[in-house]
């Protein structure tokens, strides 16, 4: 870690007078190296919307930590992490002064109003990141769980944050159920995680809609769809679980309906696995975001170099070429679009 923690400082160092799109690839590079000294391991909860994703997080941490509804509500990734009491902080994209609270009757509404759809749409908060701290044993490992949107919603901005927070992942969980099985949108999304987190877990929710044959036909078709479609190679494990009876059970000191609802198996694989190979897992990914980033850097200061050597007539032509494609672009997209809404059947 140490060895990697100094190829990044000299990365970071080997631009003396960086140019902005250089500076927006050191910032990146600053925010990893900071990852890897504090040293926690990020497992996101990922997937569709309305999958169960943040119902699962607030059952491994055993309190409504995180809102949840019938509509879309995660817009914003949040990160949880262990801390000696509850508080949330709302960091703002526009600079404006973070917002912060240390009163747990607070909290719930803090949050419901700048992390959910209905209340922050299309993100006019202009909010950045959302980060909570909450007394967990299951955070006490070294672990920060991340709420994110949903992929595959009416709300294209959630898909959005969705795939961008893939890069502040170490581990994931992907939340699938079986109302329905496992869609296209997943797959696709899937896809993606995977080119960027290598350590997965795949957790099959809501199986107290089923029976036990449901159950197990469920099971099997979800392995075969990870084997044949998603091209993902064995051993990969499923977890058969209900988050809403698991959240229930924790709240009400059930352990009997705990353990019948999947959540305390998933709970003690993923500490025990997680806090075990902790430091491998964070160092791997480190390792390759660092690749990518450093990767980068190389190809914006070779740009960079040769814009500099190119004459300057010519480097005027190819902006105006560059500008004109751009605006025909836009032109044809905002054509496309009027065609589409005149040919849209009414209702």
Do not use: W
């Not at 099985?181 to 809501?206: D, R």
Request: glycine fraction near 6%; charge should be neutral.
């Amino acid at each position: 870690m140490a060895s990697l923690g100094f190829l990044l400082a000299r990365a970071a160092s080997s631009v003396a007078n960086p140019t902005s799109a250089q500076r927006q690839i050191l910032e990146r590079l600053s925010r990893l190296q900071a990852r890897l000294d504090e040293g926690l391991l990020r497992v996101a909860m990922l997937g569709q919307f309305k999958r169960g994703k943040s119902t699962l997080l607030n059952a491994l941490l055993g309190a409504p930590a995180v809102p949840i509804g019938v509509t879309p509500v995660t817009a914003i990734p949040t990160f949880i992490k262990a801390g000696p009491k509850a508080a949330a902080r709302i960091t703002f994209q526009d600079g404006k002064e973070p917002l912060v609270t240390s009163v747990a009757g607070e909290i719930p509404g803090v949050l419901e109003r700048y992390i959910s759809e209905v209340k922050n749409p299309h993100n006019r908060f202009n909010v950045e990141i959302v980060e909570i701290e909450v007394r967990s044993e299951f955070l006490d490992h070294g672990i920060v769980l991340i709420d994110t949107p949903g992929v595959g919603s009416t709300f294209v901005q959630n898909t959005r944050a969705a795939e961008a927070v893939l890069t502040e992942c170490d581990a994931a969980v992907f939340v699938v159920s079986a109302d329905p099985p496992i869609t296209e949108v997943e797959l696709s999304y899937l896809s993606k995680v995977q080119e960027l987190i290598q350590k997965i877990f795949f957790a099959l929710n809501k199986v107290d809609l089923l029976d036990i044959r449901e159950r197990s036909m469920a099971e099997r078709f979800l392995a075969g769809v990870l084997k044949e479609q998603a091209g993902i190679a064995q051993p990969f494990r499923i977890f058969s679980i209900s988050a809403k009876q698991g959240l229930q059970a924790k709240l009400h000191r059930d352990s009997q309906a705990l353990a019948a609802s999947g959540v305390e198996h998933l709970e003690q694989v993923l500490s025990g696995e997680l806090a075990r190979e902790k430091r491998e897992i964070v160092f791997a990914t480190g390792r390759l975001r660092s690749i990518s980033h450093v990767g980068e850097l190389l190809f914006q200061s070779k740009l960079e170099h040769k814009a500099l050597l190119m004459p300057e007539e010519d480097l005027k032509q190819k902006a105006d070429t560059f500008e004109s494609s751009v605006a025909r672009f836009e032109s044809e997209r905002c054509a496309s679009s009027d065609f589409i809404l005149v040919d849209r059947p009414c209702c």
